[in-house]
C-alpha cells in the first residue's frame, strides 16, 4: 500500500476529502519548491503533485507552459527532482506524485525511471499523455514497486474506455473536469457532478478531480461527488504573484489552504 | 503482418500518445475512416475532388536537360507541384475534409509550417464551406506572408503562435489544445503522416496516389519499374505518397532527403533520421531531435515545412527495416537545387523540394551506368521567392 492508499484510507475513516496542490518543479527555483511541498502539508494539503518541465506541454494552458519554460532555464531535469524529493522525504510524509508527460520518462527509461522514484519516496507517476494501452511497461514497473499509476478520465471518455481506466489507475483516478486545457476557470460545468457519479458506478477507487479549480466554491461543489480536487494553474498564478515577495512560501501556502478548507 | 498493426505501430513506431480528451474521438475517427475504405461512394466522391478540383492524374514529365546535366541519371518529375495550390498537401487535405463531414464535424482546424498545407486545408474548408482555423508559428507567419495572405483570402482565420519557437512544431502544440478543447464539433486536419493513430496511415492512404499514379506512368513510359524514387521528407508526407504504392517492388530504392539546415554536425538541422533517438511527440512514437534529459529540440532548415525536430513514424519503420535510405542536404545545397531546376527546366520548386532535387547531383556521381529516378516534385516555389530575394 503506498503513501496516497493510505492517505485515501485515513481521509475515508474521517468523512473528508483530499486536496491535491499542484507546483512545477524549480518553478521559481528548485529550494523554493522543496519549501513548498513542506510547507503545504501544514496548510492542510493531503498529496503533493510535482510537475516536471517539459518543451511542449500540450495538455496545459499558458500559466503552466510559462511554468515549465522558467523551469526548464533553471536547468531542471529527472534527475535534480528525484535530488529534491530525497530532501523532501527527510522532513515529511506527504504523499508525492509526480506529473510529467511521457518522452522525459521514456528517454531517461521506465525501468530506471521507476527505480530511481521509488528510491527517492515518490507515491505515483501521473501522465498526461500517455493512454493505458501505450502504459504496459510502466504499470508493470510501478507495481513491482509499489508506486501508484494514475490515468485519466475525461468528459468525452466512452463507457468502454471508463472499464480500462479504472482497471489500469491505482492510487487515485484524475477525472478532467472539461475538455480543454489546464489553467484557471471561475465556473465549473453543470453535468460534471452527474458524470462523476456515472463513472464512480465502475470503480470503488477514489475520484480526483482536477483542471480549472481555482476557488474554494468549485471545490465545495466538486467535493459533494468526488473523493479530491486538484488546484494547479491558480496555485502556480499566487507563486508569480509574490514572486519577489520574501514571504513567498507563507502566502501561497495561506492562500492553498483556504483553496483547500 | 499489417503494417500498422491494430494498434497502430509500424514497428516500434507510431501509436496513440494523447490526453484522454481525445482517445474516444480517435477510437471513432479509426472507425469511420476503415469503415470508408470499401465504401464505395466515398471513393468515387474522393477521386471526383481529385481530378476535377484538384486536377490529378498529375504529369510525370520526363526532365530531359536535367538529365542532360546530371549524365548517368534519367530523371522523371513527379509534378505535384501542378495541383491546385501549387503543393501535393491538398490531396491530404480533400480527403480528410470529407471524414469530417461524415463524422458531422463543423469546424476546421490546422497547423502550417510553410504555409502549403494551411492554404491546402483552407482551401477544402472553403470548398466545403466549414469554419477553418489555421495555426501559425510567429516566425513562419514572417517567412511565409504570401500565404499567410492566400489563407485570410480564403476565409480562414491565421492565429500567429508567439509561444516556444515560434514554429512549426508549437503551431501543432496550439492546434492539439485547440482541439481538446472543442473536441466535440471540431477536426484537426493534420498536414504530415504523423500525429496520433490513425493520422499517419489516413495521411499515407490519401497521398498514396502519388506513387499509385507514377508507377503506372512510369510504367507505360518505360516498360519496367525506376531504379530510384527521391524525395524530401519534412513529417514525409509527399515522400510517403511516393513510396507506398512501390513497397513490394523490392528492386526499386527509396531515398528520403531530409533537411540539415547548417550541417549535420551543427545543432542547427532538421534531419531527426540522421540525428535522432526515438522518443514521443505530437502523439506518435518516432525519430526525434532532443537532448539528453528528453526535451525536444527547437529544428533549423531554410525551408520552414522542413523545420520539424519529428518525422512520420513510417520513415523511422522504413529506416529501421532498410526498406529506405535517408539522407540530407544543407540550406545551400538546397538553394542550388532550387537555381539548378528553375534555369535548366523552366521549373521554379518549393524550397522544402529543393532538398531532394539538390541530392540528385549527389546521386549522379553514385551510381554507374544509366539509372532512373522518379522525383516526386511536391510543390512549386512561387512561396518562397520573397525569401530567396533577400538570400541570393
Redesign the interface.
Known amino acids: 500500500m503506498s503513501r496516497i492508499d493510505r492517505k485515501f484510507k485515513s481521509l475515508k475513516k474521517e468523512n473528508k476529502k483530499a486536496f491535491i496542490a499542484f507546483i512545477t518543479a524549480g518553478d521559481p527555483d528548485i529550494k523554493t519548491t522543496e519549501e513548498l511541498v513542506v510547507s503545504f502539508e501544514r496548510s492542510g494539503v493531503d498529496i503533493i503533485e510535482i510537475g516536471v518541465p517539459f518543451s511542449d506541454p500540450l495538455a496545459d494552458g499558458p500559466t503552466i507552459q510559462a511554468s515549465s519554460q522558467r523551469a526548464l532555464k533553471k536547468g531542471i531535469n529527472l534527475d535534480k527532482i528525484f535530488e529534491v524529493v530525497k530532501r523532501i522525504r527527510k522532513k515529511t510524509e506527504v504523499p508525492i506524485a509526480l506529473m510529467t508527460y511521457y518522452n522525459p520518462v521514456f528517454y531517461y527509461g521506465e525501468v530506471k525511471f521507476i527505480e530511481k522514484a521509488k528510491e527517492a519516496g515518490i507515491d505515483g507517476i501521473i501522465v498526461p499523455d500517455l493512454p493505458p494501452e501505450e502504459a504496459k511497461v510502466l504499470i508493470k514497473e510501478a507495481k513491482k514497486k509499489d508506486i501508484s499509476t494514475i490515468f485519466f478520465l475525461s468528459p468525452t471518455t466512452s463507457k468502454k474506455r471508463i472499464k480500462i481506466i479504472v482497471e489500469s489507475s491505482s492510487g487515485f483516478i484524475y477525472y478532467v473536469a472539461l475538455t480543454g486545457v489546464t489553467g484557471a476557470r471561475s465556473e465549473i460545468s453543470s453535468d460534471l457532478l452527474v458524470k462523476i457519479k456515472e463513472a464512480k458506478k465502475y470503480t470503488s477507487k477514489p475520484i480526483c478531480v482536477g483542471f480549472g479549480v481555482s476557488n474554494n466554491f468549485q471545490v465545495k461543489k466538486i467535493c459533494k461527488a468526488a473523493d479530491g480536487v486538484i488546484g494547479g494553474s491558480a496555485i502556480i498564478n499566487e507563486i508569480i504573484k509574490n514572486k519577489a515577495k520574501k514571504n513567498l512560501v507563507r502566502n501561497v501556502s495561506s492562500f492553498v489552504h483556504k483553496l483547500a478548507s | 503482418m499489417k503494417i500498422p498493426n491494430k ?1 497502430g505501430h509500424f514497428g516500434e513506431f507510431g ?11 480517435l ?1 471513432d475517427l479509426e472507425k469511420v475512416f476503415n469503415s470508408l475504405k470499401t465504401d464505395k461512394k466515398f471513393k468515387k466522391e474522393f477521386n471526383f475532388y481529385l481530378r476535377e478540383y484538384a486536377g490529378r492524374p498529375t504529369n510525370l514529365y520526363l526532365a530531359e536537360r536535367l538529365s542532360k546535366h546530371l549524365k548517368s541519371l534519367k530523371v522523371y518529375l513527379k509534378r505535384e507541384d501542378l495541383l491546385h495550390t501549387g503543393a501535393h498537401k491538398i490531396n491530404n487535405t480533400l480527403g480528410q475534409i470529407l471524414v469530417a463531414k461524415k463524422m458531422g464535424k463543423t469546424r476546421i482546424i490546422a497547423e502550417t509550417g510553410a504555409g502549403q498545407h494551411g492554404v491546402a486545408t483552407a482551401t477544402a474548408a472553403a470548398l466545403m464551406g466549414l469554419e477553418c482555423e489555421v495555426y501559425m508559428g510567429a516566425e513562419d507567419v514572417r517567412r511565409q506572408a504570401l500565404n499567410v495572405y492566400r489563407m485570410k483570402l480564403l476565409g480562414a482565420k491565421v492565429t500567429s503562435v508567439t ?2 519557437s515560434k514554429t512549426l ?2 503551431a501543432m ?1 496550439e492546434t ?2 485547440d482541439w ?5 464539433n471540431t477536426f484537426y486536419i493534420i498536414g504530415s503522416v504523423a500525429g496520433p493513430h490513425p493520422y499517419p496511415v489516413m495521411v499515407r492512404d490519401f497521398q498514396s496516389c502519388i506513387g499509385r499514379e507514377s508507377r503506372r506512368q512510369f510504367l507505360a513510359k518505360e516498360g519496367k519499374l525506376p531504379n530510384y524514387l527521391v524525395a524530401c521528407v519534412g513529417g514525409g508526407s509527399n515522400a510517403m505518397g511516393l513510396f507506398h504504392a512501390f513497397f513490394n517492388d523490392k528492386k526499386v530504392k527509396m531515398i528520403g532527403v531530409e533537411a540539415s539546415g547548417l550541417g549535420l554536425n551543427t545543432d542547427k538541422n532538421a534531419a531527426p533520421l540522421a540525428r535522432g ?7 506518435s ?1 518516432s525519430k ?1 531531435l ?1 537532448t539528453k ?4 529540440v527547437i529544428a533549423h532548415s531554410i525551408a520552414a515545412g522542413l523545420d520539424y525536430p519529428g518525422v512520420g513514424p513510417e520513415h523511422s519503420y522504413y529506416k529501421n527495416i532498410g526498406r529506405a535510405e535517408y539522407v540530407s542536404a544543407n540550406d545551400k545545397e538546397a538553394i542550388s537545387g532550387l537555381k539548378l531546376l528553375s534555369e535548366i527546366e523552366g521549373i521554379i520548386p518549393a524550397m522544402e523540394t529543393s532538398h531532394a532535387i539538390s541530392y540528385l547531383e549527389k546521386l549522379a556521381k553514385k551510381v554507374s551506368g544509366k539509372k532512373t529516378v522518379i522525383l516526386c516534385l511536391s510543390g512549386r516555389g512561387d512561396k518562397d521567392v520573397d525569401e530567396i530575394k533577400e538570400i541570393i
Open positions: 494498434t501509436g496513440r500518445f494523447v490526453p484522454e480528451t481525445l482517445m474516444s474521438m477510437e509561444s516556444g512544431k508549437d502544440n492539439i489544445r481538446v478543447t472543442n473536441v466535440n533517438n526515438v522518443g514521443v511527440l505530437h502523439g512514437k526525434l532532443q534529459d528528453g526535451q525536444v
